[in-house]
């Protein structure tokens, strides 16, 4: 087998599962580690593959979308968003981060509780809802995420203490959740650190796309709920660390 051949069957190999390591493509097709490293080399010059050390994973950087160019009524969402609304029970106190997706979950949310958010579009839903307690996150308002964010909006979030937090998803690859500003990515993590169940409601095209910051790894991370079976890689996390997940066919 000539080298393209091998990588035609590596980069269908790597986006099914999400990646490759060198020992595999070794015993794959009976090569030398050095070949095995040219190969490597070659996959790296592939767009949306990032070569690491020992292989190679599925890394499509997708530049984020503003809130305004998100689209809030895919019925895709609209499913998980429903679904995500069941999980919360009577008098829970649940933390709703921003997002699409999420306002979605506050407009399906029908359960009396306590909801702590720093989304106006997810209050914005839930104002007529007497039976459910609305918390507002103080700091400032982020035109392009339509989100309240901020070193106040973090310390804030540090004085409760919630039943769920669901947590909006940028990107999700096997380092869990990054995000394209610093503030996001901390403000995540701050919710999930003050609740008992972390929760992610993905759509699949978020499955191995990559941004810049670093936000819940998989250790913090206790739910996903999604509408296509996650690619392998992200498999193996799930199952490393004990995530429960659903898909829901769209």
Request: aromatic share 6%.
């Amino acid at each position: 087998m000539t080298q393209d051949e091998r990588l035609i069957e590596l980069e269908r190999h790597i986006k099914t599962h999400g990646k490759v390591t060198l020992e595999f493509i070794c015993e794959r097709f009976a090569i030398s580690y050095d070949s095995a490293r040219r190969d490597l080399v070659k996959l790296g010059e592939v767009p949306g593959i990032l070569r690491i050390r020992g292989g190679a994973i599925a890394n499509e950087n997708k530049a984020s979308l503003s809130y305004i160019q998100r689209d809030n009524t895919d019925p895709t969402k609209g499913k998980l968003a429903s679904y995500a609304a069941t999980l919360v029970k009577s008098n829970d106190i649940v933390f709703l981060d921003a997002g699409t997706t999420n306002a979605l979950i506050a407009k399906c949310l029908e359960t009396e509780s306590s909801v702590i958010t720093n989304s106006l579009e997810s209050l914005n839903f839930l104002s007529h809802k007497a039976q459910i307690k609305k918390c507002v996150l103080g700091g400032m308002f982020d035109q392009f995420s339509h989100a309240v964010l901020g070193s106040m909006t973090i310390e804030h979030i540090k004085k409760y203490q919630a039943d769920r937090a669901f947590i909006g998803v940028s990107a999700l690859s096997s380092c869990g959740i990054t995000t394209d500003t610093e503030l996001d990515a901390e403000l995540k993590l701050a919710m999930s650190h003050q609740s008992k169940q972390v929760i992610c409601v993905a759509t699949s095209d978020k499955f191995n796309t990559q941004l810049l910051y670093q936000s819940c790894s998989w250790e913090e991370i206790d739910f996903l709920i999604t509408d296509q079976q996650p690619p392998q890689n992200i498999l193996e996390q799930l199952q490393k660390f004990d995530v429960e997940f659903v898909v829901l066919d769209s």
